[in-house]
């Protein structure tokens, strides 16, 4: 890694400021450059000096921002596929450039800067991001502001989440909507048209070890929604997001396995649906009625959305696993799903997902279904109730029979 240099206060004859000729000489040395047979690698350290004190200067002159994109572009120019410049690029630039550009509040400088580093990433070098997370943390806050900008978003999507080890050490150290911003992108990369690959799938396996034990961990933070303080809504989303997150891990078969039997995962969810659905019963507060997380992002009543994705989850993670079907009976889990899709409900995702946990729970076993028809039969369990959620009883002698009205979905 390179040591840190001060910048200088002359470079190559030009006297600070001197924004015309600056400015000339970073368009003279991008257009030079354009050609592989001039390729001067001595003048990346040049270049990256003069782009380092336009940082120092806190320049805001509109000629000498030009200067500074140019610098920028010439760099990213020079390290395009060539490895020998992207190596002095790294050596010259790294850490001290991006720590100054990638947080300028100009975008274009952003943008750029954003060119370099993932033009300039490799395998090695992203273990040295890892002792420089800084950085990392920059290109996500980078994307936040500047969504429309592409390089920040490749870097993190194609960079970062194939870098389990880079996301496990990153993670713990960003805030809350940092988290939310990288979990998005990792859903978009579950979700995406484009279904992940034979290399990707370690990687993702690394991954949901991570945000499942993270959720194990911190899931309760979603109570103090409950209390009479003001809620954190960015810890709320963030606590949601890793939901989301397990939720559509646990329907990529590739990915299902390992979550099925993550220790702690399933009583975890079954528990926090439980004291969601008590809590909202016993005072009135944010878990009480109805309600859903809007999908700007924002917090309006979060307990059905939530507890929505817990039923599913809790499917998924009983998607044709007897153990698990099993594990959720013996927890009285059945009792507590079929509680959570009542007639008066008006939240329509809450009864698919209560159907969908139902029915998985039920698949070719035998004794589900039994603790199903002897709670229609006692009354714990409303027929008209069975009936919304795709089921019926049936008596047969003196046995009862759950049959399913519909088929059997999958994750």
Same mark, same amino acid.
């Given at each position: 890694?390179?040591?840190?240099?001060?910048?200088?206060?002359?470079?190559?004859?030009?006297?600070?400021?001197?924004?015309?000729?600056?400015?000339?000489?970073?368009?003279?040395?991008?257009?030079?450059?354009?050609?592989?047979?001039?390729?001067?690698?001595?003048?990346?350290?040049?270049?990256?000096?003069? &782009?380092?004190?336009?940082?120092?200067?806190?320049?805001?002159?509109?000629?000498?921002?030009?200067?500074?994109?140019?610098?920028?572009?010439?760099?990213?120019?020079?390290?395009?596929?060539?490895?020998?410049?992207?190596?002095?690029?790294?050596?010259?630039?790294?850490?001290?450039?991006?720590?100054?550009?990638?947080?300028? *509040?100009?975008?274009?400088?952003?943008?750029?800067?954003?060119?370099?580093?993932?033009?300039?990433?490799?395998?090695?070098?992203?273990?040295?991001?890892?002792?420089?997370?800084?950085?990392? &943390?920059?290109?996500?806050?980078?994307?936040?502001?500047?969504?429309?900008?592409?390089?920040?978003?490749?870097?993190?999507?194609?960079?970062?989440?194939?870098?389990?080890?880079?996301?496990?050490?990153?993670? *713990?150290?960003?805030?809350?909507?940092?988290?939310?911003?990288?979990?998005?992108?990792?859903?978009?990369?579950?979700?995406?048209?484009?279904?992940?690959?034979?290399?990707?799938?370690?990687?993702?396996?690394?991954?949901?070890?991570? &945000?499942?034990?993270?959720?194990?961990?911190?899931?309760?933070?979603?109570?103090?929604?409950?209390?009479?303080?003001?809620?954190?809504?960015?810890?709320?989303?963030?606590?949601?997001?890793?939901?989301?997150?397990?939720?559509?891990?646990?329907?990529?078969?590739?990915?299902?396995?390992?979550?099925?039997?993550? *220790?702690?995962?399933?009583?975890?969810?079954?528990?926090?649906?439980?004291?969601?659905?008590?809590?909202?019963?016993?005072?009135?507060?944010?878990?009480?009625?109805?309600?859903?997380?809007?999908?700007?992002?924002?917090?309006?009543?979060?307990?059905?959305?939530?507890?929505?994705?817990?039923?599913?989850?809790?499917?998924?993670?009983?998607?044709?696993?007897?153990?698990?079907?099993?594990?959720?009976?013996?927890?009285?889990?059945?009792?507590?799903?079929?509680?959570?899709?009542?007639?008066?409900?008006?939240?329509?995702?809450?009864?698919?997902?209560?159907?969908?946990?139902?029915?998985?729970?039920?698949?070719?076993?035998?004794?589900?279904?039994?603790?199903?028809?002897?709670?229609?039969?006692?009354?714990?369990?409303?027929?008209?109730?069975?009936?919304?959620?795709?089921?019926?009883?049936?008596?047969?002698?003196?046995?009862?029979?759950?049959?399913?009205?519909?088929?059997?979905?999958?994750?």
């Amino acid at each position: 890694m390179a040591a840190p240099r001060p910048p200088p206060a002359r470079l190559s004859g030009i006297m600070v400021p001197a924004p015309i000729q600056d400015l000339e000489a970073l368009r003279a040395l991008t257009a030079l450059f354009k050609e592989q047979r001039n390729r001067n690698l001595d003048t990346i350290g040049v270049a990256v000096d003069l &782009i380092l004190l336009f940082r120092e200067l806190r320049v805001e002159q509109e000629a000498l921002l030009t200067a500074f994109r140019c610098g920028l572009q010439f760099l990213g120019n020079i390290a395009s596929r060539n490895e020998d410049s992207q190596s002095i690029v790294w050596v010259h630039a790294f850490p001290e450039l991006f720590l100054s550009c990638l947080n300028h *509040p100009d975008k274009k400088i952003v943008a750029y800067s954003s060119m370099i580093l993932f033009t300039s990433l490799n395998h090695e070098r992203m273990k040295e991001l890892e002792e420089n997370l800084n950085i990392a &943390i920059d290109v996500i806050d980078a994307y936040q502001k500047h969504p429309e900008s592409e390089w920040p978003f490749l870097i993190i999507t194609d960079l970062f989440l194939k870098s389990p080890e880079l996301v496990q050490a990153m993670f *713990p150290k960003l805030n809350n909507q940092e988290r939310v911003t990288l979990l998005d992108l990792m859903i978009g990369k579950i979700t995406s048209d484009e279904p992940l690959t034979t290399d990707d799938i370690p990687v993702f396996l690394r991954h949901a070890e991570l &945000i499942a034990s993270t959720f194990v961990d911190q899931c309760k933070t979603v109570l103090k929604l409950a209390s009479e303080e003001p809620p954190d809504d960015e810890e709320a989303l963030a606590t949601i997001r890793l939901l989301d997150v397990l939720c559509e891990m646990t329907a990529n078969t590739e990915l299902l396995g390992y979550l099925q039997v993550f *220790p702690g995962l399933l009583e975890r969810v079954i528990d926090l649906l439980r004291v969601i659905h008590v809590t909202g019963r016993e005072t009135t507060n944010i878990f009480s009625n109805c309600g859903c997380v809007r999908a700007e992002g924002d917090i309006s009543n979060v307990a059905e959305g939530f507890k929505s994705h817990l039923i599913r989850l809790i499917g998924n993670l009983c998607y044709k696993n007897k153990d698990n079907q099993d594990k959720v009976n013996e927890l009285d889990g059945i009792p507590l799903i079929l509680d959570n899709c009542n007639i008066s409900d008006s939240n329509p995702f809450l009864t698919q997902w209560v159907i969908y946990a139902i029915r998985n729970l039920t698949e070719d076993n035998s004794q589900n279904q039994d603790l199903i028809a002897k709670m229609e039969e006692q009354g714990l369990a409303d027929a008209s109730l069975l009936k919304k959620v795709g089921f019926e009883v049936e008596k047969k002698g003196e046995k009862l029979i759950l049959k399913s009205t519909s088929d059997t979905p999958k994750p």
